[in-house]
C-alpha cells in the first residue's frame, strides 16, 4: 500500500510538473507572438532618437489611424475602460472616481448613465479630453480620439475643465476619489490645475505624450495654452513634459492600461506606442 501511495504521488508531481512547464510555454509562445505582432507594426526603431523616432512613430500611428465619430466613443468605452482589473466588476473604469485600493465610490455600468446635466458626482459619466478639445477647436481626428479622451464622472470633468494638469499642494477642490484642483505647485507655471490620483497619473502621461507625438503638426498655430511651447521646434512646455517624463516613471503601464490599447487598436486602427515600448519615451522626448 505504501508503495502503491508513493507512485501515485510520484505521478501527482510529475502531472504538476508537466502541467507547470507547459503553462510557461504558453505565456513565453504569447509573449513572442504578441512581441512578433508590435514589430511587425512599428518596424525597427531601434537606431531613432527625439525628433527622428518621434517622427518615424508619427508616421506609423497616423497612417493606421482610421477616425471614428464622436458618439462612437461610447463604443469603446465598453470594450477598453471595462473594469477587469481593479475590483473586475465590469463597471466603467473612470480614472476622476476610481478608487484602486477599496470600493469605489460609486460606479457606472451602463450607457444609460452617460450625461446629461448634473449636479454632483455620480450623476452621469461623459467624454474628458485630456488635452482639452477647446485648444485645437473641437477639430477631427483629435477631437475623437480614443487615447486621449476617456470616460469619466460628468461633474469633475467639469471641474477640471480646460485646467491644464499639474501638481496641487493645497486644494481648493477634491473628488471623492482624491483627484485635485488648486495651484500649480511646480516651478515654471503658478495657475490653476487639476491632479488626477497617482495611480492614473503614468496613464494620463502617456496618453498625452501620444498626442504630442501623433498631433503636434497638426496644432502647430494652437500655442496659447499653458502645457504648450511656444517657441519653434517644441510642442509641450518645459515644466509640462518635465512633469509626464516623472509620472510616467512613477507608475509604470497598468493591465488596464494595455487592455484599453488593445481596444483602440479595434477601435481606431492605431496603438499608442507608449503603453507598447514605455522605453520610448525618454528616447522620443529627450
Same mark, same amino acid.
Given at each position: 500500500?505504501?508503495?502503491? &501511495? ?28 504578441? &512581441? ?27 497612417? *493606421? !489611424? ?12 465598453? /470594450? ?12 466603467? #473604469?473612470?480614472? =476622476? *472616481? ?6 469605489? $465610490? ?16 455620480? +450623476?452621469?459619466?461623459?467624454?474628458? !479630453? ?6 485645437? !477647436? ?6 475623437? /480620439? ?7 464622472? @460628468? ?8 485646467? $491644464? ?5 493645497? $486644494?481648493?477642490?477634491?473628488?471623492? +476619489? ?12 503658478? @495657475? ?14 502617456? &496618453?498625452?505624450? =501620444?498626442? @504630442?507625438?501623433?498631433?503636434?503638426? +497638426? ?17 509641450? *512646455? ?9 509620472? !510616467? ?25 507608449? #503603453?507598447?515600448? $514605455? ?8
Amino acid at each position: 500500500m505504501a508503495r502503491d &501511495a508513493d507512485k501515485k504521488s510520484r505521478v501527482i508531481i510529475k502531472t504538476e510538473f508537466i502541467l507547470r512547464t507547459l503553462g510557461l510555454t504558453l505565456i513565453v509562445l504569447a509573449q513572442v507572438s504578441y &512581441a512578433g505582432k508590435l514589430d511587425s507594426y512599428y518596424g525597427n526603431l531601434d537606431s531613432y532618437q527625439g525628433n527622428d523616432l518621434r517622427s518615424r512613430i508619427k508616421a506609423v500611428i497616423s497612417k *493606421s !489611424h482610421h477616425g471614428r465619430s464622436y458618439s462612437d466613443l461610447f463604443e469603446a468605452y465598453f /470594450d477598453g475602460d471595462i473594469d477587469k482589473t481593479y475590483e473586475g466588476d465590469l463597471s466603467i #473604469v473612470d480614472i =476622476y *472616481s476610481e478608487d484602486p485600493i477599496t470600493k469605489d $465610490p460609486y460606479t457606472f455600468e451602463s450607457i444609460n448613465q452617460k450625461c446629461g446635466s448634473y449636479r454632483g458626482e455620480s +450623476n452621469c459619466f461623459n467624454r474628458e !479630453h485630456l488635452f482639452p478639445q477647446s485648444v485645437f !477647436h473641437k477639430r477631427s481626428p483629435m477631437r475623437s /480620439d480614443y487615447y486621449h479622451v476617456f470616460p469619466t464622472d @460628468g461633474y469633475v470633468n467639469g471641474k477640471r475643465s480646460n485646467y $491644464p494638469f499639474g501638481e496641487v499642494s493645497n $486644494p481648493e477642490w477634491s473628488s471623492r +476619489n482624491g483627484s485635485k484642483l488648486g495651484s500649480n505647485s511646480i516651478s515654471g507655471y503658478n @495657475g490653476r490645475v487639476f491632479e488626477p490620483i497617482d495611480e492614473f497619473k503614468g496613464d494620463v502621461a502617456r &496618453a498625452l505624450l =501620444y498626442f @504630442g507625438t501623433r498631433y503636434e503638426d +497638426n496644432l502647430r498655430s494652437f500655442k496659447n495654452y499653458p502645457m504648450l511651447d511656444k517657441s519653434s521646434g517644441k510642442f509641450y *512646455s518645459k515644466w509640462f513634459l518635465e512633469m509626464l517624463l516623472r509620472w !510616467h516613471k512613477q507608475d509604470p503601464v497598468s493591465e488596464y492600461e494595455q487592455n484599453r490599447n488593445e481596444a483602440g487598436f479595434r477601435f481606431q486602427g492605431n496603438r499608442n506606442p507608449y #503603453v507598447d515600448h $514605455p522605453e520610448w519615451v525618454e528616447r522620443a522626448y529627450q
